[in-house]
């Protein structure tokens, strides 16, 4: 069906509109690239979306609502009343100083680097799931550094055993040491998902190849409290990222991509998922 003159200068400009908004709430974060990958998105799609040439669908729309927590129905705002109603998001460009005053909990994951250099890597992380109790989850981990943070981001990637579907977990946290043990601080994206809370306890950071940690989190569909322990196997640094995704994903408890001795380790009691 063709559009009015009249419904196409309303449609062009609410996209004049939805793009300007959406491209200074990327430039309040590293950059439209960088957003992009935070969300998943196709970079040149997403490069549409800001430069007014294509609108998101609903499943983007969401992400991107989500990931600035925007309203959808907000887009539609001319641009000067969208970033005065908004304006309050720039608090995350300020430093680390300012952020404290709106944030106190982040001042305890600002310390010097230096304190979990050796934490820093890449890591498999393997655990025991209840939706799947035959096999064992694995996510490829990684640590690192910038300014006076550490942080980590997380991918699982695989095929859901029973019926072929997708699985496509991401995610993303702060980790802080204090004494000999790491807190982990973590979340999933860019839907909203459960925050996880893990510590980490190293008592000879010379032995860090395989490090057993306690997490505490919440199920995604029946909001069940989960404890379980996961085991983070160190791969070392700058490990090839697609070697990474390959070994990510959901893997039979039988499987030869997982060893004895970790397989061992992951059936006993320590390991098991338990529910509240």
Request: net charge positive; with cysteine.
């Amino acid at each position: 069906m063709r559009l009015s003159d009249h419904d196409f200068l309303i449609w062009a400009n609410f996209m004049t509109e939805f793009g300007e908004n959406l491209r200074w709430l990327c430039g309040l974060r590293k950059s439209v690239s960088f957003v992009a990958r935070e969300l998943g998105i196709n970079r040149q799609q997403f490069g549409r979306y800001v430069n007014n040439k294509s609108y998101p669908n609903t499943h983007n729309l969401i992400a991107i609502c989500d990931y600035f927590n925007v309203q959808a129905a907000d887009f539609e705002l001319p641009h000067i009343e969208f970033s005065q109603k908004y304006r309050k998001v720039s608090l995350l460009k300020q430093g680390p100083a300012q952020r404290t005053l709106e944030f106190p909990l982040d001042a305890y994951f600002r310390q010097s680097s230096r304190l979990l250099e050796r934490f820093r890597g890449d890591y498999l992380i393997y655990f025991n799931t209840k939706t799947w109790p035959d096999h064992y989850m694995i996510a490829f981990c990684r640590v690192f550094s910038r300014e006076d943070s550490t942080f980590l981001r997380y991918i699982i990637r695989g095929r859901e055993p029973l019926l072929g579907n997708r699985i496509l977990f991401k995610g993303g946290g702060q980790a802080a040491k204090f004494e000999h043990n790491v807190f982990i601080q973590s979340y999933s994206k860019p839907l909203a998902g459960p925050l996880v809370s893990e510590i980490i306890s190293i008592r000879d950071w010379k032995h860090t190849d395989l490090l057993p940690s306690r997490m505490m989190s919440t199920h995604i569909d029946t909001n069940e409290i989960l404890y379980k322990a996961r085991l983070w196997r160190r791969l070392g640094l700058g490990t090839d990222l697609r070697a990474g995704l390959k070994a990510s994903g959901l893997v039979r408890k039988t499987s030869p991509r997982v060893s004895t001795m970790i397989r061992d380790i992951l059936e006993g009691p320590n390991f098991q998922v338990h529910t509240v």
